[in-house]
Structures are given as C-alpha cells and as structure tokens.
C-alpha cells in the first residue's frame, strides 16, 4: 500500500492550494478515486477531502429560472429534489439509471465529472494504457474493445466517458463553475473533457488545483420538462454502464418543434452532443422520418475502433427512440426501470 497524506481542509483557497501541489487529488465520496488507489491505478502522494468545504451542498433555483446545483450534492437527493426531477426529468432518469442505489447515495455531481473511463485495460496494471501511462501504448486497440468509442476516439486511445448524468447535462449547455489558482472562472460542461488526441492522459480542461464547485443550467434549460427523456441500453439492467445511450427533449409549438436537444453516451471519449442533428429537427415535425434523419446525422462521423461497428446502427436506434420517447411526452412518473429501453414508448407508469 502506497502511503499518501490526507487533509482536510475547511475553506476552498486552502484547498486549492493544497490541491496545486504536485501529486494532489480531491476526495469527495471516492465512489471511483478510491477503487483507483486500491488498483493501484491512481498512486496520489496528497488526498484533499473536501466534503468538509462550505457552501458547495446546496440546489439553488436563480433568477434566470436556471438553476446552481453544488458539487457536493449526492446523485440521489438530486435526483429526488422535487423540483429537480419536475424541472429537468431526464436528468433526474440519468441520474437514477447510473451505478446502484448505494452508490448514488455516495456519489457526488462533482464526482459524476470527474469520474474515469472504465475500460478495462485502463484497470488493469499489466496492460499497455496511453492514459495511464503516456507512450506506453494502448492494449483495448487489438484487445477487447466492442465497448469503445466510435466516435471521438484516436490511435493513442479509444476509451469512452462513461457518465449518465453529463448526456442529458450537456444538452442543457450545463455550465461548470470552477474555483482555481487565479480565482472563480467557468467552462461550458461540453468543453470540460478533452477528446484524447495524442495526450489521452490529459483528460479535462482543468488546471492543477482546480476544484469544480458547482454546475449551473442556464434559463433556457427549462423549457424542455415537457418533453425530455434519457434512454439507456446497457448489458443488465442495472448496475452497468451504457453501451450506448441517449438524452432527448423537444420546445414545441404547436405540432412543429422549436427546438431539440440530443446529445449520446457510451459512443466517445466526452458527452456527445449532436448539434447539427439538433438543428435539422429545428421546425420538423416530431414524425419517424425525421427521427431517422436526425440519427444519421449524429452519428455520420462514427467510425469503429475496433470490433465495435455493432454500436453505430445501435446508437442510430437508442437516438431514433429517445427522440420517439421525448415527442410522446415526460411521464407523469419515471418509470420502474428507469431508462430501460424495454419500457414502452408512450411511458408506461410503473410505479416504482
Ligand atoms: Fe488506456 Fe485508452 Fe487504451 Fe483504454 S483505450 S487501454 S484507457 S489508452
């Protein structure tokens, strides 16, 4: 066992600048931080907790309509603030299709960010990992890898993000506030993770020290509750991360949609959202054809990255049928297998 030193700071300057020192990690719930140094993975000389910082807990309506969500916020009273889960349903469907019950009740949104891919070569030691360990090579490339990225992806690594949360998040244009060295600044949440390149193991836009204090949705965001949903097609039914996976919603007029939003998960190496499929359904009408239309778009950059191919036409389905879910409308009540592409269309209300 590696041994690390462990503090816990009480303001966010004195954690920042705990946090800049070379070797540093934050530590909220270690949801993932902590598998990582048990791996071996992740070897931090400093652990920062900062579950003890102020302010950093709260969901906070603004007065844009928008709304503050604080990074040490767990995914569970997220996703079970009444107002949240009303507001910005698929969000709340992300958040409850993610990890187990225990887990989101540990987890936190800022955790949610940050957390790292899952490939298993990553995981594993004795494997070739870019990411790991730059210039080593990369082992998911001729190895296991039908869970990889088709989009996004590069020679040096193939690895996808694996959060629920960020789809749907980034379709809103979340907002990620951040608090560094040289004070308060903020990035659209679509330009925190950086696509691998040929430096995989600078995976975010973050700075040494910088901590990630809140994620704000802007106004604008709210206008999409009535029709909003996050379908998720994984290997089980629960506990298990995306094959691939999809956040819809439509503002409509009349029977013409104003605007759509879509954006995928479990396909590349960050949240994907699909802009230009979002401006072709821009004044369509919420009608199959469409739909197909919208799919091919959003994925016509997609290439396997090794024996994956599979994931291109079934990421066109998850898109086809989350836009089909989104036009029928947001359930009165998610359903009992939340995301689960097996739920029918139109919504049928379990109760959970
Ligand atoms: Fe490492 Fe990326 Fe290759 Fe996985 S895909 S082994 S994370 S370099």
Redesign the pocket.
């Known amino acids: 066992m590696k041994s690390f030193d462990y503090i816990r700071p009480t303001t966010i300057p004195e954690a920042v600048a705990a946090a800049a020192e070379p070797g540093s990690a934050y530590l909220a719930a270690g949801t993932n931080l902590l598998d990582l140094m048990k791996a071996g993975v992740s070897r931090p000389d400093r652990l920062v907790d900062v579950t003890r910082l102020p302010g950093l807990d709260g969901i906070k309506r603004l007065a844009d309509g928008g709304v503050r969500i604080g990074a040490l916020v767990r995914n569970a009273d997220l996703a079970h603030d009444p107002y949240f889960a009303r507001t910005y349903p698929f969000l709340a469907e992300a958040l409850l299709s993610g990890a187990s019950a225990q887990l989101r009740n540990a987890a936190t949104v800022g955790g949610n960010l940050m957390q790292r891919?899952r490939?298993?070569?990553?995981y594993d030691l004795a494997?070739?990992?870019?990411?790991?360990e730059p210039g080593?090579?990369?082992?998911?490339?001729d190895?296991e890898?039908r869970l990889?990225?088709v989009l996004g992806?590069s020679d040096?690594?193939?690895?996808i993000h694996p959060s629920d949360f960020c789809v749907p998040l980034v379709a809103l244009d979340a907002v990620v506030e951040i608090e560094g060295r040289s004070g308060r600044r903020e990035i659209a949440l679509e330009d925190l993770h950086r696509l691998?390149g040929d430096a995989?193991e600078r995976e975010t836009a973050l700075e040494p020290g910088d901590l990630i204090v809140a994620v704000r949705l802007p106004g604008t965001a709210a206008a999409f509750f009535r029709h909003a949903r996050y379908l998720k097609l994984r290997e089980r039914t629960s506990y298990a991360f995306a094959v691939v996976s999809a956040a819809a919603a439509f503002d409509f007029q009349g029977d013409t949609i104003r605007q759509a939003r879509l954006s995928l998960g479990g396909v590349g190496p960050r949240p994907w959202r699909a802009r230009e499929a979002e401006a072709v359904l821009a004044g369509a009408s919420p009608e199959e054809a469409a739909f197909r239309a919208a799919a091919e778009i959003a994925l016509a950059d997609a290439r396997p990255?090794g024996d994956n191919a599979f994931k291109i036409e079934l990421a066109k389905r998850i898109v086809v049928r989350a836009l089909t879910a989104a036009a029928a409308g947001t359930p009165g009540r998610i359903p009992a297998l939340p995301a689960s592409p097996f739920s029918s269309v139109p919504g049928v209300h379990h109760h959970a």
């Open positions: 891919t490939c298993g070569y990553f494997s070739a990992c870019n990411r790991r080593a090579g990369c082992d998911a490339r190895g890898n990889h990225a992806w040096a690594c193939i690895a691998p995989p990255s």
